[in-house]
């Protein structure tokens, strides 16, 4: 049985989404269970995940083996490793897809991170990555780079699906949906079907306490101190009163009437990192109307567990939440400087991960060939 705050999330709009996938949940039926009893319709990844999944246990050594003796490289070997677990998942999630018209039922793979400053070699593999999955329910993740825009234009433009992600500061939010906007104008030029279509917007949330946390402990005051643990909701609440400003522009009720979807906020980094703090506070204080909330298992768990889901706890605090903002700059910690730090940081984590899968599948091609 789904939990009663997992279903009551659900009432109140909010898809969850599982942030985590492996081979082994795949045969293990772990993750068709979580979609049966934990209310989970969608699932993420990106290369700190993959690169955790590949280097634990032998659940790829089969696949490897056989890329080995096929002459794959690295570069090769990880592509169809990471797009047949996507694969795999799409074909489980494909109920849930077309039950709910394409809003869920999602799994989403990132391009790779060390093309975040390349818009053309983005473009290039988000395409590739979509013909190599071949699942009307895969979501191609772009980082929310400046270079990362134009790329999510274009590759919605072309009717590819798109979750863009790394997103941590309320500028480069808008950024982003002026970005889909424009993909979709682009894409009804091309006479592509918007309702075939859909993207979520992943604005990150823990990072941004724990950058700005860290800050503010530097400081020591006990004005200071009141405001630990209130950035990130905050940082998020805003994004959403972003959101619904941009989708009641005549601009967006031009693409709503031609059948395009809104781009879903999905909360992202949902996971609390800080143990003093609720460990559902990224959950029950980001509940509103049509979002994703990501969450990795230990928070899925703590949310069917005990959390409590009120209704919105949104849209009704805007003015609170500047207010923690404005608060935050008066004791000097900058919001630009914090968000873009996070974001370049936030890249290089990808990038690091990436690297280490490469490295760890040369070692198993090496190890089947030798």
Partial sequence: MTSTAVTDLAAHGVSVWLDDLSRERLTTGN???????????????????????LSAGHAYDDQVQELARAGASPDQAVMALTTQDVRDACDLFAPIYRSSG???????????????????????QALDL????????????????????PAISQVLAA??????????????????MNAFLTGLEQAREHGIDLSTIHSVAS?????????????????????????????????????????EEVFSTPRWGSLEDAGGHRQRPLWASTGVKDPTYPDTLYVTELVAAGTVNTMPEKTLQAVADHGEVTGDTVTHHYAEAAEVLDSLERLGISYTEVTTRLERDGVAKFEAAWDELLAGVTRELERAQS
């Avoid at 990132?110 to 400053?117: Q, W």
């Avoid at 009717?159 to 982003?176: C, E, K, P, Q």
């Avoid at 306490?209 to 200071?224: C, K, V």
């Fill in 130 to 149: 979509a013909a190599a999955v071949d699942r009307p329910n895969v979501l191609i993740k772009i980082p929310a780079t400046t270079e990362g825009l």
């Fill in 102 to 124: 394409g809003v869920d039922g999602r799994v989403s793979i990132e391009v790779d991170p060390r093309l975040a400053h390349d818009t053309a070699a983005t473009v290039a």
């Fill in 31 to 53: 993750l068709a269970n979580l979609i049966e009893h934990h209310g989970v319709v969608g699932v993420t990844t990106n290369p700190s995940i993959f690169q955790a999944a």
């Fill in 203 to 243: 604005f990150f949330v823990s990072r941004v306490d724990t950058e700005i946390d860290a800050r503010l402990d530097a400081l020591g005051s006990d004005e200071a101190a009141a405001l630990r643990g209130k950035a990130a909701v905050a940082n998020a609440r805003l994004a959403y009163q972003a959101y």
């Fill in 159 to 176: 009717g590819v699906s798109v979750n863009v992600t790394l997103i941590f500061a309320l500028d480069r939010y808008r950024g982003v």
